[in-house]
């Protein structure tokens, strides 16, 4: 018998989609633990709130891990420095990875990749529903940031979509997973993207591009599984590419669905000017608001806006005690951030 599709389809975030009628976890003491991957650039601080204020640091040893991998398989940098100068490439990169409360102890679902010296950062969102069957969903995002980061470094693969594609076949675990890479070279950044992670390149507080999301319908993304696990898998090819032109200063920002639902695009550009050419401050400072807008119940999320947009609504006996369809969108933050100059 075929498998049901494994959609995420979160119709009501875990803080509150009603304003005022559900409150957060509550954090737990004790010292935070970490965990980091060297080719995923993965890293997980847990104990609930204290994430933010220990991931940071945590997450910049996850990331000058992934640089050292790549640059041990990096291209020789042979070029004079009349050629260094006249190209714009990454100065600067981190990434920084924060689990939704409830899966502090596990370290959350979403994974991603950095790699500087190869100008090359991905993205992934394990799908959650995978636990109803007893399947660890983080296994699959993780292994399918190590073998796209090694088709970087090891195959040097430069078009994001084969970057994708050869991560899918080679990811062989039961699970799924959203996807988005970004590729820089020649000035010029190309993103592809297949469900709704995504990413945007900010230039002087505002947001100059972004990638659209690719949805089956509202909250059910796009995603990529083992085929034989998951036959009903989206097609890697079909990831959705563009491309856009850089010039020396602009930043570049990848987020898994837990930043772009709790964070305008508008926002994020402006951290990116205000934290200019210090990348491990600005996906700090990133993560910070999208975990505390997650948390916000009378916060007016981009998730609860498009929900509200697609025809979701609260009952009539809600609509007359007052309530309101608002609130954040809590959930795993994955957040990657590049300078280029």
Same mark, same amino acid.
């Given at each position: 018998r075929?498998r049901?599709?494994?959609r995420?389809?979160?119709m009501?975030p875990?803080?509150?989609?009603?304003?005022?009628?559900?409150?957060? $976890?509550k954090?737990?003491?004790?010292?935070p633990?970490t965990?980091?991957?060297?080719f995923?650039?993965r890293?997980?601080?847990?104990?609930?709130?204290?994430?933010?204020?220990?991931?940071a640091s945590?997450c910049?040893?996850?990331?000058?891990?992934?640089?050292?991998?790549?640059?041990? *398989?990096?291209?020789? &940098? &042979?070029s004079?420095?009349?050629?260094?100068?006249a190209?714009?490439e990454?100065i600067?990169?981190?990434?920084?990875? #924060? +689990?939704?409360?409830d899966?502090?102890?596990?370290?959350?679902?979403?994974?991603c990749?950095?790699?500087?010296?190869?100008?090359?950062?991905?993205?992934?969102?394990?799908?959650?529903?995978?636990?109803?069957? %007893?399947?660890?969903p983080?296994?699959?995002?993780?292994?399918?940031?190590?073998?796209?980061a !090694?088709?970087?470094?090891?195959?040097r *693969?430069?078009? +994001?979509?084969?970057?994708? @594609?050869?991560?899918h076949e080679?990811?062989? @675990?039961i699970?799924s997973?959203t996807?988005?890479v970004? @590729?820089?070279?020649e000035?010029?950044a190309?993103?592809?993207?297949?469900?709704?992670?995504g990413g945007?390149?900010?230039?002087n507080?505002?947001?100059?591009?972004?990638?659209? $999301?690719?949805?089956?319908?509202?909250? *059910? +993304?796009?995603?990529?599984?083992w085929?034989?696990?998951? $036959?009903?898998?989206?097609?890697?090819?079909?990831?959705?590419?563009?491309?856009?032109?850089? !010039?020396r200063?602009?930043?570049?920002?990848?987020?898994?669905?837990g930043?772009?639902?709790?964070? +305008?695009? %508008?926002d994020?550009a402006i951290?990116?000017?205000?934290?200019?050419?210090?990348?491990? !401050?600005? =996906?700090?400072?990133?993560a910070?608001?999208?975990?505390?807008?997650? /948390?916000?119940?009378?916060?007016?999320?981009p998730? /609860?806006i498009?929900a509200?947009?697609?025809g *979701?609504?609260l009952?009539? /006996?809600?609509?007359?005690q007052?309530?309101?369809?608002?609130?954040g969108? /809590?959930?795993?933050? =994955?957040i @990657? #951030?590049?300078?280029?100059?």
């Open positions: 075929r049901r599709r494994r995420r389809r979160k009501r875990t803080t509150a989609t009603v304003s005022g009628t559900a409150t957060a $976890p954090a737990s003491s004790g010292r633990k965990k980091t991957t060297l995923s650039g890293t997980t601080t847990t104990k609930g709130k204290t994430i933010l204020t220990s991931t945590a910049r040893g996850g990331c000058l891990s992934a640089r050292r991998a790549s640059s041990l *398989m990096a291209s020789s &940098s &042979s004079s420095s009349v050629e260094r100068e190209r714009v990454t600067d990169a981190s990434a920084i990875l #924060v +689990p939704h409360p899966k502090s102890d596990t370290g959350g679902e979403d994974s990749f950095v790699l500087k010296r190869s100008n090359a950062f991905g993205v992934f969102d394990g799908v959650g529903g995978w636990q109803e069957e %007893g399947v660890n983080a296994e699959y995002s993780e292994t399918f940031a190590s073998e796209a !090694k088709a970087v470094t090891r195959d *693969m430069r078009n +994001p979509v084969d970057v994708i @594609v050869q991560a080679k990811t062989r @675990v699970g997973s996807a988005c970004c @590729v820089v070279d000035g010029e190309t993103f592809a993207n297949l469900g709704d992670a945007i390149v900010a230039r507080g505002a947001c100059l591009f972004t990638t659209e $999301p690719m949805q089956h319908e509202f909250n *059910m +993304p796009y995603q990529l599984g085929r034989e696990a998951y $036959p009903e898998t989206d097609d890697p090819k079909t990831a959705d590419v563009r491309k856009v032109q850089l !010039k200063g602009d930043c570049v920002v990848l987020g898994s669905d930043l772009w639902d709790n964070v +305008p695009r %508008g994020v951290l990116c000017e205000e934290n200019g050419g210090d990348a491990a !401050k600005c =996906a700090e400072q990133i910070r608001l999208a975990f505390a807008r997650s /948390m916000d119940e009378e916060y007016d999320s998730f /609860m498009a509200r947009k697609e *979701m609504e009952t009539w /006996m809600q609509k007359l007052g309530e309101k369809l608002v609130g969108k /809590m959930d795993d933050i =994955a @990657v #951030v590049a300078f280029v100059g």
